[in-house]
């Protein structure tokens, strides 16, 4: 099978992982995403997931809480959910290992870049936790650094829309959608495919976006032979 993309970090987010619940887990949900990422890793993909943690708290909604440890709560939420996936991935027969920016052995490994590579170069796919490990930073920062850090080929923005609009779909019935956009259309146009910092890394690394959505589990395959889904940030 003819792959686009051999090595691929995927981002999901939490809001994602609760489906119509909109709070927590929608194990259904869960389960269908492992069954579609396994088609990737079946077809030689190495695969690393950074995951949100939405589904349970965001820390710069947090009101009058301190932003440092509001962030941090939000790390311990993107452990959950990290958690979760590995236990549908395992029982879809992946071999998985979770990894945590922020160390708790009893539970996890920590992210040590050249055991992450190790991992991929073996056939494991890893989920990363806990972000960055830093405050202030978003998740989808934290996906473009570990994809930088990986030498992966592309980013997979698994996402609730099919892709990239000029407006909420969900809200303006005529928005238009983009199959193709640079980083500076992106930035300029304030799309917010991922926050100023995660873009402005991935364009200095010339780290691809692609942004489809999440609904049908196949196109996770599809995303990684190069197919023309959803919308493609170069």
Known sequence: MSLKYKRVLIKLSGEALAGEKKFGLDYDVVHNICVGVKQCVDAGAEVAIVVGGGNFWRGRSSGKMDRTRADHMGMLATVINSLALADGFESVGVTVRVQT??????????????????????????????????????????????????????????????????????????????????????????????????????????????????????????????????????
């Not at 978003?138 to 609009?165: C, F, W």
């Not at 300029?188 to 364009?203: I, Q, S, W």
């Not at 609904?215 to 023309?228: H, I, K, M, S, T």
């Open 101 to 234: 920016a922020i160390t708790m052995q009893q539970i996890a490994e920590p992210y040590i870049r050249n055991r992450a590579v190790s991992h991929l170069d073996n056939g494991k796919l890893i989920i990363l936790g806990c972000g960055t490990g830093s405050p202030f930073f978003s998740t989808d920062t934290a996906a473009a650094l570990r994809a930088a850090e990986l030498d992966a080929d592309v980013i997979l923005k698994a996402t609730l829309v099919d892709g990239v609009y000029d407006s909420d779909p969900h809200q303006n019935p005529d928005a238009k959608k983009y199959d193709v956009l640079t980083f500076s259309e992106m930035l300029n146009k304030e799309l917010g495919v991922m926050d100023l910092t995660a873009a402005t890394l991935c364009r200095d690394q010339n780290i691809p976006i692609v942004v489809f959505s999440i609904d049908d589990p196949d196109n996770f395959l599809r995303a990684v032979q190069g197919e023309n889904i959803g919308t493609i940030v170069h």
